[in-house]
């Protein structure tokens, strides 16, 4: 019978780079030939993605699978966890909710969920030659380590070598690879094969002496040191550089960084146009007078409109939505614009609250999740984006709330929401927003701003690929990969 080789990413915190690093190495190794997945067996994630069966997984996973060449399958992302609270999260099994718990319950129920792993692993290991295996935050993390599933947990489940990740742009980096593979277990430090070190900016020859004294400690080679990438892929979590206010352009799109946003990477096609600045923004100083105004969506609606409501964006919203900026809110940004939020069921903590009443819609919270891919053509749109009537669109749903309203777009005047997470992303879409947009400040769009956003992820991920793979040492990942732990 097949059996894949697994090669495993872990990392000496979140953030180190684990998700593009493993996004990279799936493309190389397609590149290379091979047939190869990504799988990380936890994820705690608000950005998620839904796959053709209606199944609910990971984004990271779907950029990894995007990078290998093959469908997003939940069978990568067997668990995803969307906080939902400080101490409780959402706990999606194989696709599905399974409810919700607070930490302290999961930590104690998690180990029974090492078979539904484990099925989807070996399910992916009988097909595929390479499985490129993600960890989650570190691997020293002395107070969990008893009860993994996701780091040297994992690894002894699938009996894959470790290269360890350490981020050298947040400094020590020296004392984070040394440190994380100090507070292992013996049996666990054999499982180490390598280190890399990432994002690193300047001359590679000044750490050499630091590499040498590196080695000495941990006692395994350094695989590489991967520069700090620009490269323009989805990234996982709200750690990501594109929560920021940033700067203001020519065009300028403010969305409301809310403390629970979900699926930030909606809005990435619009930071393509060289043009246009994408704010993410926390307050009112912040949002200023921007041409579009986007409330993305949230896993926490009620208490994220009180949040707007409480630090005054949503009253400077209604001052520029009344003055004629267009408004446009994602699936919870949808729910907030209405008049009404009902949750009765405390599908989202509970309780009943008035919206910012811009579009003509009340939302009910049920038990039961809405999953689902869609598409269609933009048709019977009115007002500044008119325009996108006979585009195609494309993109999925993932809410709790129905709105009584199946339209794909609602509109009021300047006011716009739609359920579908990813509905920017299809060629023509994001072009024609901001064609409007130019038009209604007496700006002239650069038509030649047009591209291909399939070809545009394409060149991306070989991009990404080509980088890590002149970086690191990819003989000794092989060998890694061939002699295993």
Not at 292 to 303: D, E, F, H, Q
């Amino acid at each position: 019978m097949r059996k894949a080789r697994p090669i495993m990413i872990q990392g000496t915190m979140s953030n180190a780079g684990k998700s593009l690093l493993c996004a990279a190495l799936c493309r190389i190794f397609r590149q290379d030939g091979h047939n190869v997945v990504p799988f990380k067996s936890q994820n705690m994630a608000l950005n998620s993605f839904i796959t053709e069966e209606g199944l609910e997984m990971g984004r990271a996973q779907v950029a990894q699978a995007e990078a290998a060449g093959v469908k997003p399958s939940v069978l990568m992302n067997p668990i995803l966890l969307k906080p939902t609270t400080d101490v409780g999260s959402q706990v999606i099994v194989n696709g599905e909710v399974r409810g919700n718990m607070k930490a302290v319950d999961y930590f104690k129920y998690k180990k029974q969920l090492v078979p539904d792993i484990m099925r989807a692993y070996e399910t992916l290991a009988a097909e595929n030659d390479i499985i490129v295996i993600e960890g989650a935050g570190s691997p020293a993390e002395i107070n969990l380590k008893s009860d993994d599933i996701v780091n040297m947990g994992m690894a002894k489940l699938a009996g894959a070598p470790v290269l360890l990740v350490g981020d050298i742009d947040r400094g020590g980096v020296f004392a984070q690879l040394y440190g994380t593979v100090a507070l292992l277990e013996p049996e666990e430090r054999a499982m180490v094969k390598a280190t890399v070190i990432n994002k690193f900016r300047g001359d590679v020859s000044i750490l050499a002496p630091g590499l040498d004294m590196l080695y000495d400690l941990v006692k395994v080679p350094c695989a590489g040191v991967v520069p700090y990438m620009h490269v323009d892929i989805d990234d996982e979590d709200s750690l990501s550089e594109r929560i920021t206010a940033g700067e203001r352009r020519e065009i300028d799109i403010a969305v409301v960084s809310l403390p629970r946003i979900s699926n930030f990477t909606d809005f990435s096609p619009f930071s393509r146009f060289s043009t246009v600045s994408v704010r993410y923004v926390k307050n009112v100083f912040e949002l200023g007078a921007p041409d579009l105004v986007i409330i993305p969506g949230t896993k926490s609606t009620i208490a994220d409109l009180k949040w707007m409501r409480q630090n005054g964006i949503e009253a400077e919203i209604l001052k520029l939505a009344s003055r004629g900026v267009p408004v446009f809110g994602i699936c919870g940004g949808l729910q907030m614009l209405g008049k009404r939020i009902c949750d009765p069921y405390g599908s989202e903590g509970g309780g009943e609250i008035a919206g910012m009443g811009l579009l003509d819609v009340s939302t009910t919270f049920g038990q039961e999740k809405t999953r689902l891919q869609t598409q269609g053509v933009f048709s019977g749109l009115g007002g500044i984006f008119a325009g996108l009537n006979g585009i195609a669109y494309r993109g999925y749903e993932i809410h709790m709330g129905q709105s009584g309203n199946s339209l794909p777009v609602l509109e009021s005047g300047n006011v716009y929401g739609s359920y579908i997470h990813g509905i920017f992303d299809e060629n023509g879409i994001a072009q024609c927003i901001v064609r409007a947009l130019c038009k209604r400040r007496g700006i002239t769009f650069d038509e030649h701003a047009v591209f291909d956003a399939h070809a545009y992820r394409e060149a991306q991920y070989d991009l990404l690929a080509r980088t890590v793979r002149e970086a690191l040492d990819m003989k000794l990942i092989y060998k890694i990969l061939e002699e295993g732990v």
